[in-house]
């Protein structure tokens, strides 16, 4: 049985990356850095910098997935607000942030028009502020 998600609970943690992968990258290139600096030479700082190139293919193979999760909710939501809103409304919908579509993803049908009109108005902006004003939450289970 899936879980239920709201505002609080929708932040997903990837524990082989989260807990394993990343902390280990980050510990490697502490200690590559202590060695470096205990005994200084050509061979340690080659270490270092093969630990700043893991810490950043770490950090790339997890945003890379994400971003392109990122352009198919934006495509995802493009389709639903043409659905909901219909042919007057829809077009001034599709000039929304990335950030705000993603954010969008959480609202019911019900209350989508409604969270479109204010970020039209200006009165929210920002992914959080989308995300608190939903009631109805809809959840998302498959962003990793």
């Known amino acids: 049985m899936e879980k239920t998600q709201d505002f609080k609970t929708h ?13 280990l990258m980050l510990i490697n290139l ?9 005994d200084p ?7 270092v910098l093969l630990s700043v190139a ?18 198919i909710i934006r495509l995802e939501e493009r389709l639903r607000l043409a659905t909901i809103l219909g042919p007057e409304a829809a077009p001034k919908a599709m ?3 990335p950030a705000q579509y993603i954010a969008l993803r959480f609202a019911s049908d019900e209350e989508l028009p409604e969270l479109v009109s204010k970020i039209e108005d200006g009165e929210l902006t ?3 502020e ?3 004003a939903i009631t109805n939450w809809r ?3 498959f962003r990793v």
């Open 126 to 128: 920002t992914q959080n």
């Open 41 to 47: 030479g050509w061979d340690r700082g080659e270490f």
């Open 30 to 38: 502490i200690y590559s850095i202590v060695r470096l600096v205990q």
């Open 11 to 23: 932040v997903r943690w990837h524990p082989p990356f989260h807990f394993v992968l990343a902390p």
């Open 54 to 71: 893991l810490v950043i293919l770490t950090l790339l193979t997890r945003n890379y997935p994400l971003k392109a999760q990122d352009r």
């Open 130 to 132: 989308i995300k608190t």
């Open 95 to 97: 000039n929304l942030k």
């Open 139 to 141: 959840p998302d289970h």
